[in-house]
């Protein structure tokens, strides 16, 4: 089946730092990946939808400059936390979706990245 | 908003079967019904969807009423790995899914 992986599963930072987080399609390519974050004892909140060689559409109240996307290929978006901060600290989720042969294809999620910023 | 309405909690016993219902009555007719769950910790994981047909995998059956207001996704034998948070979701035209709180369920040996 179709295998999304995240990476790092988890990750420690001083506030004021960067981090980036990679999510990878490994049998399958994927136009179109979706990163979502999660706090404690939610339900996961779309940020951004990752569009290979474009821009990446933000939802409203993300901020474009603090959550920074790159999909650069077919297998590959990445999402840097810029100038991290206490309250980033969060779990954070790719998903991509598989080409379908025929309908709507499910999405397929990475494991996650917990982040927390010291 | 998530568009789909779920009891917060379910209890099941171990090899029972688990109905698990999902309103979503302000459906359009090019929505889909996504079923995923998650374990603590973890990325949600696909478990069905479909349009308008029942539909059936290897982990479950989805059963969607006939004016496609509702749906249900039914386990058909329980076990303590199906606990985790089940998610109902209606992926629209512009295919992005929106979670809403889903459902608790424990599962008791």
């Known amino acids: 089946g179709a295998v999304v992986s995240q990476h790092p599963s988890w990750v420690i930072c001083k506030s004021g730092t960067s981090v980036k987080i990679e999510c990878r399609s490994l049998d399958f390519q994927a136009t179109t990946m979706f990163w979502y974050r999660q706090f404690p004892k939610q339900s996961l909140m779309l940020m951004a939808t990752s569009n290979e060689g474009s821009k990446a559409t933000y939802e409203q109240g993300v901020e474009k400059d603090k959550f920074l996307i790159n999909h650069a290929s077919l297998t590959l978006s990445t999402l840097t936390v810029t100038s991290a901060h206490p309250e980033d600290s969060s779990f954070y989720i790719c998903?991509?979706?598989?080409?379908?042969?025929?309908?709507?294809?499910?999405?397929?999620f990475g494991n996650g990245t917990r982040l927390t910023v010291t | 908003d998530a568009k789909t309405t779920q009891p917060n909690s379910m209890e099941s016993n171990e090899e029972e079967p688990v109905h698990l219902p999902c309103n979503h009555s302000?459906?359009?007719?090019?929505?889909?019904i996504h079923w995923y769950r998650q374990l603590p910790s973890q990325g949600p994981e696909y478990v069905i969807h479909?349009?308008?047909s029942n539909v059936n995998n290897r982990m479950a059956s989805l059963a969607i009423a006939e004016d496609r207001k509702s749906s249900t996704l039914i386990l058909h034998r329980a076990t303590l790995r199906d606990a985790a948070v089940y998610y109902c979701?209606?992926?629209?035209?512009?295919?992005?899914?929106?979670f809403g709180k889903g459902t608790l369920l424990t599962v008791n040996p």
């Open positions: 979701i209606r992926e629209g035209s512009n295919y992005k899914l929106t």
């Open positions: 479909g349009l308008t």
């Open positions: 998903s991509a979706r598989a080409p379908a042969t025929g309908g709507r294809s499910p999405l397929h």
């Open positions: 302000t459906i359009s007719g090019t929505d889909y």
